[in-house]
C-alpha cells in the first residue's frame, strides 16, 4: 500500500514534443504529489507539486494532471528540449514535508 | 540559495572503514531529516527518518547498527557508514523537513575499494 508505480522507465521525445510520463498510488492517506527531476550526480529538485484537491496544476510547460478516483497522476512537460535529459521521479507523502515514497524513475532523454 | 549543505559530495573510502556524512540546514532549524540511498539507475529508498534529539526510525531491512544516524541539533544531522564494504558503494541522500516543506541535499557518492 506504500508503493508509488511510475512508467515508462525510459522515454524518447523529439525536441519541441510533449513528454508524458505516469504515476500510479494505492494509499488514499496520500495528500501530496510532488515530481522532482534529477541530473546524475545531483540531488533531485522538485519541478511541481499538486494536493488532491485539484485535478491539474501547470507551471511552464510542466503540468501534472490528477485523477483522485482512479489514484493517478501524471507529468507532461510541453514544448520539451534537450535541456529537460534527465531522470524524472514522482513521488507521494501524507504531508509535504513527511516521508515520501518514490516511484521507480524515468529516464527522459530528449532529441535535437 | 542553498537550504541544505551535505559533506562531503563524494568520498572513497577503503573496505572495512568507516565513513561520516552530514547533513546541514543553513537557514533554517529541521524538525525532521531524512536520509535516503539510491544505487545507480534505480530509485531512492528511504533509509531513516531522524528527529532531533531522539532516536532515528529505521525503515525495514536497514541496519541501524551499520549506518548510524545522530541528530543532535535542529541544524545537523550525520549518517555514518560503518564497517563499510563494496555493497554499500551508493548515492547517499538528505532531505530536511521545515514545517510543511522540505529540501534535498545535493547528495555524497561513496565508493568503498
Known amino acids: 500500500q506504500q508503493q508509488v508505480k511510475q512508467s515508462p522507465q525510459s522515454l524518447i521525445v523529439q525536441k519541441g514534443g510533449i513528454s508524458i510520463i505516469n504515476c500510479a498510488y494505492e494509499?488514499?492517506?496520500?495528500?501530496?504529489f510532488p515530481w522532482y527531476q534529477q541530473f546524475p550526480g545531483k540531488g533531485p529538485a522538485l519541478l511541481i507539486a499538486?494536493?488532491?484537491?485539484?485535478s491539474e496544476k501547470k507551471e511552464g510547460r510542466f503540468t501534472i494532471s490528477f485523477n483522485k478516483s482512479a489514484k493517478q497522476f501524471s507529468l507532461h512537460i510541453m514544448d520539451s528540449q534537450p535541456g529537460d535529459s534527465a531522470t524524472y521521479f514522482c513521488?507521494?507523502?501524507?504531508?509535504?514535508?513527511?516521508?515520501?515514497?518514490f516511484g521507480q524513475g524515468t529516464e527522459l532523454s530528449v532529441k535535437p | 540559495g542553498a537550504v541544505v549543505s551535505q559533506h562531503p559530495s563524494w568520498v572513497i573510502c577503503k573496505s572495512g572503514t568507516s565513513v561520516k556524512i552530514e547533513c546541514r540546514s543553513l537557514?533554517?532549524?529541521?524538525?525532521?531529516m531524512f536520509w535516503y540511498r539510491q544505487f545507480p539507475k534505480q530509485s531512492l529508498m528511504l533509509m531513516a527518518t531522524?528527529?532531533?534529539?531522539?532516536?532515528?526510525?529505521?525503515e525495514q531491512g536497514v541496519e541501524k547498527d551499520k549506518f548510524l544516524i545522530n541528530h543532535a541539533s535542529l541544524t545537523l544531522s550525520t549518517l555514518t557508514v560503518t564497517s563499510a564494504h563494496p555493497e554499500d558503494s551508493s548515492f547517499y541522500i538528505c532531505?530536511?523537513?521545515?514545517?510543511?516543506?522540505?529540501?534535498f541535499g545535493q547528495g555524497t557518492r561513496l565508493t568503498v575499494v
Open positions: 513521488a507521494a507523502s501524507r504531508n509535504q514535508g513527511g516521508k515520501l515514497i
Open positions: 494509499n488514499t492517506a496520500f495528500d501530496y
Open positions: 499538486i494536493r488532491p484537491d485539484v
Open positions: 537557514d533554517f532549524q529541521a524538525t525532521t
Open positions: 531522524s528527529n532531533e534529539g531522539s532516536k532515528a526510525t529505521y
Open positions: 532531505r530536511i523537513s521545515v514545517n510543511t516543506e522540505a529540501f
